[in-house]
């Protein structure tokens, strides 16, 4: 069954520093996502991307944070200056469709910021 | 604003007991719904998938319901066993391409 790739599965970063969670999509999926979750809260919505630009962006998805498409396959998440409050799992998905039939979750990046 | 509510929050029962997970969403107008499975420091496993236009899905000792009409779900969990201990999350997607997820209910399942 095709999957969504993340990587790394866990990344430790000083606070300040730039970081970028790398997700390789199913190959044929064309919307691509990207979520968070907080130690004990709920999983939130940061960001969408279709046709190589962002479609939507919650207010957490501020000006530290970016996404990429940087090849056919690859697509991105970099948070620019890390704070001790982005210490999150980093869960990536694609889908087929807009309407959520084939959304597929990747197993998430745990970012911990220290 | 959309809001996805789970019920209870955690919940503790004997090996071999059925169980009732609850899911609540504010807004009918959904595409779809989805439970999944989350197991500590984990990733996302998905359960089940609901269509709008469905009733229930069924795999395995699992099966969910929908009622979009009064905004509920549930999952039902068969001879429920130790394995079963995680965290499920309801998820429901409204307007094209972003989930909202539930808190979750805390499940374990004594030996």
């Known amino acids: 069954e095709p999957e969504v790739t993340q990587t790394p599965s866990h990344q430790v970063t000083q606070m300040g520093q730039e970081v970028i969670l790398r997700c390789v999509p199913i190959?044929?999926?064309?919307?691509f996502y990207w979520y968070r979750q907080i130690l004990g809260q709920k999983v939130e919505f940061l960001v969408s991307?279709?046709?190589?630009?962002?479609?939507?962006k919650s207010e957490i998805f501020d000006d530290q944070f970016s996404v990429e498409r940087p090849d056919g396959s690859n697509f991105t998440l970099k948070i620019r200056s890390t704070k001790l409050e982005d210490s999150a799992m980093y869960f990536c998905?694609?889908?087929?469709?807009?309407?959520?039939?084939?959304?597929?979750f990747g197993s998430g990046t745990r970012l911990t910021v220290v | 604003k959309q809001e996805v509510t789970q019920i209870p929050a955690a919940l503790s029962v004997p090996e071999g007991e059925n169980l009732v997970l609850n899911c609540s969403f504010t807004?009918?107008?959904?595409?779809?719904l989805q439970w999944f499975r989350q197991d500590p420091g984990k990733g996302l496993t998905s359960l089940l998938l609901i269509q709008s236009s469905q009733r229930e899905q069924t795999s395995g000792r699992l099966n969910a319901s929908l009622d979009k009409s009064s905004g509920r779900s549930t999952l039902y969990i068969a001879a429920s066993q130790p394995g079963d201990s995680a965290t499920y999350l309801c998820a429901v997607i409204y307007n094209f391409n972003k989930f909202y997820f539930g808190s979750g209910t805390k499940l374990n399942v004594k030996p």
């Open positions: 998905a694609s889908s087929g469709t807009l309407t959520g039939a084939g959304y597929t």
């Open positions: 190959s044929n999926h064309l919307y």
């Open positions: 807004d009918s107008a959904i595409y779809n």
């Open positions: 991307f279709y046709n190589n630009e962002i479609s939507e």
